[in-house]
Structures are given as C-alpha cells and as structure tokens.
C-alpha cells in the first residue's frame, strides 16, 4: 500500500500544499526509509501514537500500512489491547470501528485476532516482586486499588499475554507514553524495553519518528529522560 497526502485528508493538496508535499517527499520519502528502525517497528510506534492520541482520520490507512510491514491482525488486535490500558479505554475503543473495517476489507476473521485468554508468558517472580514492592510503597497509601490491578490486570496478565511479544510492548507503551506527553513514566519503561531487547540506536531513532506523528514539543520533553536512561545503562 501506498500511503501518500492522501492519508492527511480527502483534497490535502488543494488545502495545504506544502503539507502534501511534506508528506510525500519528507515523511515518506525520507523519515520511513531510515534504517534505524524497521518498517514494522515504525508502524507499531506510528500506531501506538494514533491510538493514543485518539487521532481517527489517519488510523485506516496506518492499520493497513503495519499490516502490509508484517504486523499481524493478532498483534494489531494485541495492540489495542494493550494501549486500552496505557492510553484509556476511550481512545482504543475510538479505534475498534476503524480496525474492523481494515480487518473486514482484508477479510481477518475473529479467530486470527487476540484471544480472551491465552496461555500466559512466565512470570519473572524476583523481578515482579520488586516492582510490587516499589508499587506499594509509592501509591499503597493513597490508591490501595490502583496498586492491586497494577498487579493483577497489568502484570500478572496484560505484560505476559503472548500476542505481542515484551520488546513490542514495550516499543508500543514508551511511544503512547511520549505521544501524550508522560514524561515521568518514560524512564521505567524505557528501561523495560531496553530489557526486552530494544537496542540504544532503535530507541533514539523511535524518538526521530515520534516528532514527526507526536510532535516535536513531545519528543523534545522526552530527550532529557532517554538520555539519563542511556547514560545509567552505560555505566552500569
């Protein structure tokens, strides 16, 4: 699929001419053939950022574009999943209409897509009861209800579903996280993906493409958190 100023709105040349041409000439003729970052993974934050954000007018064709860059509709459905929790409800539910109607087009039936429950990933029980622990003494005193599905919907079950694996959790929640501007909780994760497999010159590069669907202000907010993570990951 060809994504062009087609995919900005219906007539985005005769609207804002240079924005076509930007579109065309810098953000697909440039920005997506970098080689930092695969296509796949430059969906996936594209994606993440789109849902995350409640960006609609743009979805369709983004959906279609991560499924022909080798996402598959499980992972897509995963995705949305997922970022229900990071980003809230509305916005992935916002999502769902579109997504069908990419995956009834390419005729994806329910059983490619994310099951209810799956067998789960292991559990890394030294790791999770740290995190319980920190958790617990940060927010238990005030939202004694936040840290119990923090655990159980999040940890215990969201992170260990096997339809997207842990870098590709990761890569989607650092990304929403950027888009909306929460800056506090990059550093963890950030950390997390790195953990999960998401290399320093991937995550710098992730940044370059979120300025471009996220914003520059975003991703200029988060450059000071990326770069103590890259600093305490050398040192360490």
């Known amino acids: 699929m060809k994504v062009s100023s ?3 709105s219906e007539g985005a040349a005769a ?3 240079a924005l076509a041409h930007n579109t065309d000439a810098l953000l697909f003729g440039e920005v997506w053939k970098r080689p930092g970052l695969s296509p796949r993974d430059r969906s996936l934050v594209t994606v993440a950022v789109l849902i ?8 369709a064709a983004h959906f279609s574009l991560a499924l022909d860059n080798g996402v598959t509709p499980l992972e897509l459905s995963e995705t949305l999943n997922h ?4 980003s809230g409800w509305g916005n992935a539910a916002a999502a769902l209409p579109i997504a069908a109607e990419v995956f009834a087009a390419r005729d994806i039936r329910v059983e490619q897509l994310a099951p209810v429950a799956p067998s789960l990933l292991p559990l890394d029980e030294a790791s999770e009861a740290d995190r319980v622990q920190r958790v617990n003494s940060a927010v238990g005193s005030v939202a004694p209800g936040l840290v119990e599905f923090t655990t159980k919907a999040l940890f215990r079950d969201l992170w260990l579903r096997p339809g997207l694996a842990p870098r590709d959790r990761s890569l989607i929640t650092v990304s929403s996280l950027v888009a ?3 800056v ?5 994760h950030l950390n997390r993906a790195m953990d999960n497999g998401l290399s320093q010159p991937e995550a710098a ?3 370059t493409q979120l300025a471009f669907y996220a914003g520059w202000p975003n991703a200029f907010s988060a450059v000071p958190v990326f770069k103590e993570v890259f600093s305490q ?3 360490g």
């Open 233 to 235: 990951r050398t040192q």
């Open 15 to 17: 609207v804002s001419p």
């Open 6 to 8: 087609a995919t900005i």
């Open 180 to 182: 909306n501007g929460q």
């Open 52 to 59: 995350a954000r409640g960006q609609t007018a743009e979805m």
């Open 205 to 207: 590069e992730m940044i």
């Open 83 to 86: 970022l229900a929790f990071y």
């Open 184 to 188: 506090a909780q990059v550093g963890y």
